[in-house]
C-alpha cells in the first residue's frame, strides 16, 4: 500500500502555459465512504503516449495532506461490467499537467459546460515537509487540502449519488 500526499488548490481556470500532457477522464464511485473505491477510464490526449487508454480502480483511505491509497489497473470490459451492474454516473474532467520547478501539478476542469462545473489543482510529493512547504506557482489559488467538502467523492456523491 502506497501513501498518497497531496495539496489541492481551488482555481480559476488553466494556467497561461503550455501543458505537458492533456487527459481526458471519466470515473465513477463504487463506494464513496470510507475507503472510497473509485474506477477510471484515462485517455492521454496529448503528450508522449497520445492515444494511450488506462482503466483503474483507486482505493483510498480517509485524510487531508496524506492518506493511503492503492491503485489497480482493471480491463475495459470490467470497468463497464461496474458501471452496469451498480448503475454508477460518471463524471468528467479534463486535465493538464505541467513540470514547474521540480513538481508535477495537475490542473483539472471537472465536469465542464455543467451547472456544477469548477477547477482544481493537486500536487504529489515525497514527504509531508515539502508538501507542507510548497508555494502555489500560478497566481491566485485557495488550499482546500485539509476541507472533505472539496474531495472528489463527496463531490460525485452531491452532484450524482443515487441516495443523495
Not at 497561461?16 to 492521454?44: L, Q
Not at 479534463?94 to 500536487?123: K, S
Request: charged letters at 30%.
Amino acid at each position: 500500500m502506497a501513501l498518497e500526499i497531496e495539496r489541492k488548490f481551488l482555481v480559476d481556470g488553466f494556467p497561461d502555459a503550455k501543458p505537458d500532457t492533456e487527459i481526458s477522464v471519466e470515473g465513477s464511485y463504487v463506494v464513496s465512504g470510507t475507503p472510497e473505491v473509485r474506477i477510471r477510464r484515462m485517455e492521454i490526449l496529448t503528450g508522449d503516449w497520445e492515444g494511450k487508454v488506462d482503466y483503474l480502480m483507486t482505493i483510498k483511505g480517509d485524510g487531508g495532506l496524506a492518506r493511503a491509497e492503492v491503485n489497480h489497473y482493471i480491463s475495459e470490459k470490467t470497468y463497464h461490467e461496474l458501471l452496469d451492474s451498480f448503475h454508477l454516473p460518471t463524471y468528467h474532467k479534463y486535465y493538464r499537467i505541467y513540470h514547474v520547478n521540480g513538481h508535477e501539478i495537475e490542473v483539472c476542469h471537472c465536469d465542464g459546460g455543467l451547472n456544477e462545473d469548477f477547477y482544481y489543482a493537486e500536487v504529489e510529493f515525497d514527504n509531508e515537509d515539502d508538501a507542507k512547504a510548497y508555494v502555489w506557482p500560478f497566481g491566485e489559488a485557495k488550499d482546500v487540502t485539509n476541507n472533505p467538502y472539496f474531495k472528489m467523492k463527496n463531490f460525485w456523491r452531491r452532484t450524482y449519488a443515487v441516495d443523495k
